[in-house]
Each structure stands twice: as structure tokens, then as C-alpha cells.
């Protein structure tokens, strides 16, 4: 399926680099993807389209799925817009512009796909879990912040990018001692979390 797109797909990933946009990582993906399909993933929810990349891929890759996915930066939206317009996947793809934390959907999905703003994660849970189906599945990209969670921090100069590791152990750390969810992680692409609605009963 991606084969076909392949020149169109890369032209996408030299426009991230070139823009500093911060795509998936390849095994990152991959993972993504291979999940999507094991799991037989219908109906997926994106916090942080980026330029559409990560969405086009998931739609390429499975042929019945859908999506829909905020961006809050107009100009990455739109170029998002105009990439899942040369792919024809408008009808697969449905694209909102707003801060996802002001976006409230009616919709059950049974992915949703965290990878905006990595100190946001907490939040971004707590507004969408009335969104997750039952046996759906959170998935969390930037778990390991380009390493820096694995720093000792005081070897972190900057102020703010401690604030925001600090956040990303916090998240993590909300997910370890959940009573409602499990979580497994992944040392793949930058680090990824996988979580679940605990069994009851
Ligand atoms: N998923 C994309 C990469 C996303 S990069 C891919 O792999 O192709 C993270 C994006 O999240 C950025 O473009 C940023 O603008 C967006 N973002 C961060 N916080 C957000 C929020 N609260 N609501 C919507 N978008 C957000
Ligand atoms: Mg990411």
C-alpha cells in the first residue's frame, strides 16, 4: 500500500526535517501500525496532527480505518490539509483546527493517539476518556523525550525542558499507579506508552 505513495510519503518526511516538524520516528510507526492491524483498529483519535504525516501512514496502511485529528498550529493544519488532499484520503481523514483541549467530540474510538504537547498528557487523557470504547487503547509517543527522562536532571541546563521532563515523569508516573488503567511501555521510536482499562471484576 505505502509503496505506491512512496515518493509522495518521503516528500513529506524531507519537509518535516527541513521544517523542524517533529514526525514519528520509523520504528515508531511502525509500531503504530502493526498495532492498528493486530489489533483490528476501526476508529482512531489524533491529538497533534503535525502536517498529517503519522495520520497518512495509519491510513495507508490500513485500508478501513478512520481518523480524526486536532492540530492547534494553523499553518502546520493547513499543510496537513493540502498532504491528505494529494493522498485522497479527505474521507478517511477528518482534519480539526483548534486546541484539542477545547475540542469535544461525541465519538468513541478505540485508539487515541497521544503525541501534542508532551506536558499535556494528563490533561489530554481526562478530556478524552469518555471518547475511549471499553476495550480501547491510549497510545503515547515522546515517553522517553529524546532521552532526557533518562537524564539525571541535573545534567538538564534548561529550565524549561526540566519543567517539561518532569511533566513526562509525572505522566508516567499517573500511569504506574492508575487503579483504572494498565500501561506497558516500549523503548521504541522515542519511547512509547501503551494503555489499557484495567479488567473490573
Ligand atoms: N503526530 C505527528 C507529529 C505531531 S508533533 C506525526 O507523527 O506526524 C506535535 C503536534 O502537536 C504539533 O504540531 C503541535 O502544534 C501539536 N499540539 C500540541 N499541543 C496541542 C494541543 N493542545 N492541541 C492540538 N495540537 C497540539
Ligand atoms: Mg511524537
Redesign the pocket.
Known sequence: MIGKFHTMVKE?KDY?LKEN????LDD??EFLTTFILKHQITKVL????????????MALSSPNLKIV?????EA?YLEALKNVKKFDLENRITL?F??????NLDDKFDLI?L????G?NI??LEHFEGNLEKEGFFIT?NINFHGYVKKDEREIKSRNLRGLVKKIKKYIEYLKNSNVYSTKFYEIGDGIAVTNKKEVG
Open positions: 513529506i518535516a516538524v517533529p514526525i514519528m515508531g510507526i489524533e491529538i497533534g496532527t503535525a502536517i498529517g504525516y503519522s495520520s497518512i501512514i485529528t486536532i492540530e492547534r498550529d502546520r480539526i483548534g486546541d484539542a483541549l477545547n475540542v493517539f503525541d501534542g504537547a508532551k499535556k490533561d489530554f509517543d
